[in-house]
């Protein structure tokens, strides 16, 4: 039991940069606290005393905002960060390393008995305000973005953002040099917003800047094409994008 306490105030130290001693976690972290109570209140449950396990758990609830039911199974170094407003369902199974942040919701979709709530595979983090419904399973080590709304499996490693939650390619967002290039002379920082929080005016930026980059291309090979024909080509000076930098 010391083991699995010292595990949980470690790990607070090692997710949140603002915990300073573990006193300071100790009297001041409501998602410890939260943790800790429901400890006991799985205890009970598991022993057969569910009016009571139901009934520290609501207590746990008046004290730190974080409502966690007691038959939910919890795994090892888990960490709330803030917590207001978290809810985990009785059915939900949570593995270990996983973090929530506040306004997360592991909740149900039906109101049938047995596995109607999600379960959290090992080092899974969820952000703010986001919702994870119904019994689905998400990967290890994926990430949840924050107010995403996740209804359907998520794989390992994977991240999901948007509502509906969907998994983003990591491939298709990846950058060329020649966009990077076109955006900066243009003033515009096409990747202000990250993948993780994709910014609709970014994205259709981004699909412009890769549109004038296949343009040029194009007319660099229709150029050559007409050159090797033998017919005349009369060049016209283009400004370089070296030439054209915004200026503030």
Not at 61 to 68: A, K
Not at 151 to 160: L, Q, R, Y
Not at 229 to 244: F, M, R, T, V, W
């Given at each position: ?226 050159n090797d024909s033998g017919i005349e080509y009369k060049e016209q000076n283009i400004p370089s994008l070296k030439d ?5």
């Amino acid at each position: 039991m010391f083991k699995l306490l010292k595990e949980d105030i470690n790990c607070v130290f090692d997710r949140d940069p603002a915990a300073h001693t573990v006193f300071d976690v100790i009297t001041t972290y409501p998602g410890f606290h939260a943790l800790m109570i429901h400890r006991v209140a799985h205890l009970c449950w598991g022993k057969g005393f569910c009016w009571l396990g139901r009934f520290i758990s609501h207590m746990g609830r008046w004290l730190t905002g974080i409502e966690i039911h007691p038959g939910a199974k919890i795994g090892r170094r888990f960490f709330i960060d803030h917590g207001m407003g978290v809810v985990i369902g009785e059915t939900a199974i949570i593995g270990d390393d996983c973090t929530l942040y506040h306004g997360v919701t592991l909740g149900g979709t039906s109101w049938n008995k047995g596995k109607r709530h999600p379960t959290l595979l090992n080092g899974v983090v969820v952000g703010a305000g986001a919702k994870v419904l119904g019994p689905i399973e998400i990967g290890e080590g994926a990430r949840v973005g924050s107010n995403s709304v996740v209804v359907k499996a998520v794989p390992a490693g994977a991240t999901v953002v948007g509502v509906p939650g969907r998994v983003i390619d990591r491939n298709k967002s990846q950058t060329t040099k020649e966009r990077e290039e076109i955006a900066s002379k243009m003033g515009f920082n096409a990747y202000g917003a990250t993948a993780d929080m994709p910014d609709p005016v970014a994205h259709a930026i981004n699909h412009m800047l890769d549109h004038i980059h296949a343009m040029d291309k194009q007319l660099e090979e229709m150029k050559k094409v007409l050159n090797d024909s033998g017919i005349e080509y009369k060049e016209q000076n283009i400004p370089s994008l070296k030439d054209c930098e915004i200026k503030e």
